[in-house]
């Protein structure tokens, strides 16, 4: 019997171990402002509020994240939605993985948002320049403050 019991505790010690493990990529993206998620690849991150001095203008809003590509063979890209010619919605790529692990990524969004967060996407292909086409998509539009 104490075999069996030894036996026992191992095995849900393990599947705690297994749990918590698997635990910690969701919590990194719950405490983020977004996260992102199609075919096996993921994006969470924030944005963070610029200052900015009438002598240096910088961007008004920063995005910071992280990539994951969580299967072989994907690409993922994250976007920053940007006005582009005539004041149609253009998509800019500011990170792109296309091996299995992680990548930091950040950026700053265009004056034009005038303070806004820009929308966010993520896009997954077998290589960047697919990924970039947007056909697989998951888009994050900032709530409204």
């Known amino acids: 019997m ?9 095995a849900v010690a ?18 983020s402002d977004f996260a992102l998620e199609s075919s096996r690849v993921t994006a969470y991150g924030s944005y963070d509020m610029m200052m900015s001095i009438p002598e240096r203008p910088v961007p008004p809003v920063a995005v910071n994240g992280t990539l994951a590509v969580n299967a072989p063979g994907r690409c993922g890209v994250v976007q920053i939605a940007t006005n582009g010619p005539a004041d149609e919605l253009v998509w ?3 990170a792109a993985l296309c091996t299995p692990g992680k990548t930091t990524a950040q950026t700053r969004s265009e004056l034009l948002w005038g303070g806004f967060k820009p929308r966010l996407r993520l ?19 900032p709530p409204v403050d």
């Open 123 to 141: 896009c997954v292909g077998t290589t960047v320049a697919r990924a970039e086409r947007g056909r697989v998509c998951d888009t994050y539009t």
């Open 2 to 10: 104490t075999s069996l019991g030894v036996r026992m505790l191992g």
């Open 14 to 31: 393990v599947t705690g171990i297994a749990v918590a493990a698997g635990a910690s990529p969701a919590t990194a993206a719950a405490d």
């Open 92 to 94: 800019r790529t500011f």
